[in-house]
């Protein structure tokens, strides 16, 4: 048998400590530098803390987060709810306000209806925040005619003293409207392959949203609206619509059963939904939220929606109805009531006190290319 002298037995130990010090330092040394990437991206308050998706401080996921935030790059800005000091306004009371609508879901999620918010708080805490608003609409074939309207009232009534960048997908560049745009927001025009079916226009939608995300919006917002073009703002549409992920309650279902409610019914299709399930309605006409949550959301809806085409079947409502699938298994963070969505030709609801972007009555055969 081999035996060690003592001399070697010392010199092993040492070479072994050595490895183990080196091993522990190199260790440190990347744990140090991950938190002060997560620092100086203004994820971590300190140097010293780190914070889980809860905003409860964690000191086990550092690699883990790290990892999720740089592939998710989640704006910091947004974060904080900061009110400067000093500012007047109506004190919030938790024992009167609405009692004719509910404006917060079994998730606790709020839903948002006129008289819930203060925009004297909401725009003192986001205009800190020098946010971009990125807004996505469709207009091909004879739809470029709704972009005047569509942004001529956008500029009047939404995200109003906020930097918007609308995107405007169309096949006719030539017939994009010049409307005039308060500083600070601007046009960017992107153009997209005709068709000749209005389903296939409508459901695309999705697919560009995710891919015009990765490729050209991606570090240039914060947030993200994908809105319908034939459609007009009457009223105040701000950041209380902000959140993480955004969905807004159809108008033509705000009050229906849930058995009656128009999801895909068709075990086939993967916007199934089953008879007992699901929360609202939502409208394909108005969602949004943080750039990353609508990506992911975009891009499963694509991906279901391709599925369903490479087995012969298109969803009841298109890629509205692969929207309510995700929305009732991935919960949206925010509600925006019918306000938020009306249709011209709906008339006046006692709920609805104010409308603030509606669908204009409109006859179909004149618009759609099918
Ligand atoms: C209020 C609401 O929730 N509306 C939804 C509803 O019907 P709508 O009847 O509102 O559908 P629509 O004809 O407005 O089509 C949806 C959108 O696709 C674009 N487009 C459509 C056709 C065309 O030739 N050119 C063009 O650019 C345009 O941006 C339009 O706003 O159902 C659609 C899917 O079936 C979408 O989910 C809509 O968002
Ligand atoms: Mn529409």
Request: charged share 25%.
């Amino acid at each position: 048998m081999l035996g060690f002298t003592p001399n070697m037995k010392l010199y092993s130990l040492c070479v072994t400590g050595g490895l183990l010090l080196f091993v522990y330092a190199c260790f440190y040394s990347e744990s140090i530098r991950k938190r002060h990437v997560l620092h100086d991206l203004g994820i971590i308050n300190s140097k010293s803390d780190i914070f889980n998706d809860n905003g409860a401080k964690d000191n086990t996921t550092c690699g883990l987060l790290l990892l999720r935030t740089l592939s998710s790059h989640h704006p910091s800005k947004t974060r904080n709810k900061v009110l400067p000091q000093g500012l007047l306004y109506k004190k919030p009371s938790v024992v009167s306000g609405r009692t004719d609508v509910v404006s917060v879901t079994p998730w606790m999620a709020p839903i948002v209806w006129d008289q819930v918010f203060d925009s004297v708080v909401l725009d003192s805490i986001y205009k800190q925040m020098d946010i971009t608003i990125a807004t996505t609409v469709f207009a091909l074939g004879k739809y470029v005619l709704f972009l005047k309207d569509f942004l001529h009232t956008a500029e009047k009534h939404y995200m109003v003293g906020y930097k918007v960048d609308y995107y405007i997908f169309t096949d006719r560049p030539g017939d994009v409207p010049n409307v005039t745009l308060a500083e600070g927001r601007r046009v960017r025009v992107l153009k997209v392959p005709s068709s000749n079916r209005w389903q296939e226009i409508s459901a695309r939608r999705m697919e560009m949203i995710q891919t015009t995300i990765e490729s050209t919006i991606r570090g240039h917002a914060d947030y993200i609206f994908c809105l319908d073009v034939d459609s007009k703002f009457h009223a105040h549409f701000g950041v209380e619509a902000l959140g993480r992920l955004v969905a807004t309650i159809h108008p033509g279902y705000y009050a229906t059963e849930r058995e009656s409610l128009p999801y895909e019914r068709r075990p086939e299709s993967r916007a199934y939904i089953p008879f007992g399930e699901g929360d609202f309605y939502y409208g394909g006409a108005v969602f949004g939220g943080l750039l990353e949550d609508v990506r992911t959301m975009a891009e499963i809806c694509r991906r279901n929606f391709e599925a369903d085409t490479a087995n012969g079947i298109e969803a009841a409502w298109q890629e509205e109805s692969h929207l309510n699938r995700y929305f009732t298994y991935n919960k949206p963070s925010k509600l925006l009531s019918p306000e938020y969505l009306w249709q011209d030709v709906a008339g006046w609801s006692k709920h609805v006190k104010i409308i603030r972007f509606s669908g204009v009555a409109k006859n179909y055969a004149d618009f759609r290319p099918n």
